[in-house]
């Protein structure tokens, strides 16, 4: 998306806007009111007797309010603005409400005339940036006083109804408001916009679905201030660890969804503008990273993943038994099947990362009742590892779409097309076995084996699972590690070969626990070398293949999660001084960027640039990017559940002084740790 946009949201409910908070869609710029999928307003500029106006400030309250101020004209205008206009904007209940105050600075009364133009194509989310002909049909009507917008295609029907507060001139392109204001004085007026999700009765779908009503401004900010009061208190000496970790706490707050199924909980959606719904992977992993500060995001993940779990074999979604969905949608190219995401399954590894997520929040929380509520879930999961992931019947798990014409081709976290390459550029034949997705299965099992254990009472199981785990490292140092280079083979082709690319998936496998204890130091040597290690994290892709590229989305850019989990992966091998550098490396692109990490950022060397340099259509805020700052301060701080105790073991980096993170959540009730320099330690 623009780097440059400003946005309000509430979990899937987003507005994305200019500057001045003007919305004007196209195919290169992605503004809007977005909810369910669907864009419900494209156009939405205003005017002040004929003139745009420009902004001179921009106020974020919370991360579901706005506040311009505007004045009409050019900025050489401002020094004798005559009138100005506060736009105050919020998601509320579930609609988008916008204040609008004209201040006049005369002495004299003066007539202004406010015109809102407005328009919307309903385009699906997934389509935002092609240029599409809409396949139903548009209407624009004038009713009551309201503005409804509308689209329908058979028994798809959405509307957008727009109401206001004080007298309009309501026309099928927007509302004008002629107004005489007092010397000195205000006029103000609050529009409401609604997005309807209409069934052929004329009702709103989830006004008929027993959910939770949307909250208000008030009821949302005082659930924001519960939510910041919960979560651990962390002060630092490094501002830039500080700024972050607050960010990062309001923006995960911003991002939890409740989805229909679920009224009453929440868990994270992957981020905006294109993955403001329910997903697999990018929920699973912002939940494990979250543990630390706000454990029940794992709840609702596991509980709605499990109620998704695939059930059949589905060419056209690339569902299996046992499968974890890779992304669910509710817009009109699912509706109508040109697309798969009803839900979709295209991914390999949320699997096996679901019993990791299982295994992870019981050892944090203690939460025994839910691990074993979701024994079944978990068991399918672990099957399906074998049964179906196992392709080749090699004992490895690989992926290969079922759906040729709309499915994924790579179905790891890089699923771009090119993300999976040999060094010299060439690409794979399906099916393929990356790395980490052999880790991933590798953790499950022996994750797996411990709940069989200790809760499903069924030590035979676990017993089995524990074997499959050995057998399946054993094979992997075997086949994977590419002896002349020192590190992990990217995949295994079709044919078995290695896909000797060096990307930054091995470190992944350092987290899961798969790699040999004689081989880390190489694998760890690598990743904070000069050709993966920008300076300011590891890149998805390293200098010298024949793909790389700095601003290539998996082939080169820097993604916070992925280091934030070879972060805590270096430091499981006792790597604590390059785990540092890496939490180091990312905190500081943090501070360059407000305290919010994009999803992704230029790969491009640190003394080239001397600043990061923004990926140009990152998601942000997204929730894995959102979740790193946990899991690097985790790392840092060196915490880790055993039984019924925290284990703390800080190393910190000497920049970040003294970190004091207070009230850690978890089975032991609340814990404070205390680390400074590199080896402080103090708890209690």
Known sequence: MKADLVRVLDGNIFVLSEHNGDIEASATNPCGFFDFDTRFLSLWRLSLNGERLSSLSIAERDYFALRFFLVPGQPTHYVDAKASVIRERSITGGAFEERLTVLNHNRDPVEFTLRLEVASDFAPILAVGEEREPVGGLYRRVDGGCLRLGYRREKFHRETVISTGEPAAVDEDGLTYTVRVAGNGEWTTTLRVRAMVLRPDGRDVREVLDRRPRRNTAEQQDDLADWLARAPQLSCDWDAMTTTYRRSLVDLAALRYSPLTLPDEAMPAAGLPWVATITGRDSILTSFQALPVAPELAV?????????QGSVLDDFRDEEPGKILHEFRYGELVAFEERPESPYYGSADATPLYVVLLDEYERWTGDV??????EDEARAALNWIDEYG???????????????RTGLGNQGWKDSPEAICYADGRLPEPPRAICELQGYAYDAKL???RLAREFWGDPAYADRLEREASALRERFERDFWIADRGYYALALDADGRQVDALASNMGHLLWSGIVEESRAAQVAAHLLGPRLFSGWGVRTLAEGQARYN??????????????????????????????????????DAAHHFHGRLPEAFAGYPRELTRYPVRYPTANSPQALATGAPFLLLRALLGLEPAGEHLVMAPRVPARFGRVELLDVPGRWGRIDVIGSGLAHVDAR
Request: proline content about 1%.
């Open 390 to 404: 196992d392709i080749l019947g090699d004992g490895y798990v690989r992926y290969r779409r079922r759906n040729e």
């Open 550 to 587: 700095p601003l290539g989305y998996h082939v080169g850019a820097v993604w916070a999660f992925d280091n934030a989990l070879i972060a805590w992966g270096l430091r499981r091998y006792g790597f604590a001084e390059e785990a540092g550098r890496i939490a180091e490396g990312i905190l």
């Open 300 to 308: 609702a993940t596991l509980r709605m993943l499990g109620i998704d």
């Open 369 to 374: 009742e839910l691990v074993r509520d979701f």
């Open 447 to 449: 994750r797996g084996a």
